[in-house]
């Protein structure tokens, strides 16, 4: 079974609004989780992880995700989307530490509208 | 530094073909995985090295998928003979096991593959 689920295929936002893009998980035990970002014909790019500490997480290219214990989410935030962000984001998680399984959702599609 | 290496980057082959796919690591990475991603999805986890051996390939179709890291640097990825349905990039990520970054993995831009 997924430990991340992402909910939505596709996401439309204006440019200059703010975005999310949805992750919960099922990881038992203490969640590693991660957010990646994959431009076409590239392979993923690392933007931010939660392992432990702050719940607000904060990451390259303006992008932060909030990690939520209650809710068992992570989502993905950026207060001002830029068209550049239109990309396929997936949420990602590694369960446990060392040599373990890291695992993906099946993506969200950003489109950020001019 | 520098960052994964995969070859080739694109490849068509006809079906009942074999193909051989090869990933670098960066250096002093000790995990490897590669994974499978068909158009429209997530990237699903083929196998996953560490040092020259394995540590999860319950989801390599063994039956014609096969994999090797042998000297625990490199990496191939094989299949024969191919599919329609194995048409795919396949992505080759590394992870280090020491300094901060020890769970943050690094990813090859992939290599296309065809199969008609």
């Known amino acids: 079974a997924q430990s991340v689920a992402q909910p939505e295929d596709q996401v439309n936002v204006a440019e200059g609004n703010p975005l999310t893009v949805k992750c919960t998980y099922s990881v038992s035990g203490n969640p590693y989780l991660f957010w990646y970002v994959q431009y076409p014909n590239r392979g993923l790019q690392f933007l931010l992880k939660?392992?432990?500490?702050?719940?607000l997480v904060k990451g390259s290219y303006g992008f932060e995700a909030e990690f939520n214990k209650s809710q068992t989410s992570f989502h993905l935030k950026k207060p001002s989307a830029l068209v550049s962000d239109s990309a396929l984001y997936f949420c990602?998680?590694?369960?446990?530490?060392?040599?373990?399984?890291?695992?993906f959702g099946k993506g969200t599609k950003l489109s950020v509208i001019p | 530094e520098a960052g994964v290496a995969q070859s080739p980057r694109y490849k068509i082959i006809e079906k009942r073909q074999s193909v051989a796919f090869w990933c670098n690591p960066i250096s002093g990475h000790a995990t490897l995985y590669w994974y499978q991603q068909i158009l429209g999805q997530g990237p699903k986890l083929l196998i996953q090295f560490q040092n020259n051996g394995v540590v999860d390939d319950s989801q390599l179709p063994k039956d014609r998928f096969s994999a090797e890291r042998l000297k625990g640097v490199d990496s191939t990825l094989k299949i024969q003979p191919a599919k329609l349905e194995d048409s795919a990039v396949y992505l080759c990520?590394?992870?280090?096991?020491?300094?901060?970054?020890?769970?943050?993995?690094?990813f090859g831009q992939g290599t296309r593959l065809t199969v008609v």
């Open positions: 939660y392992i432990t500490g702050d719940n």
């Open positions: 990602g998680s590694l369960e446990g530490a060392g040599s373990y399984q890291l695992t």
């Open positions: 990520a590394s992870r280090s096991l020491r300094g901060s970054k020890n769970t943050e993995a690094f």
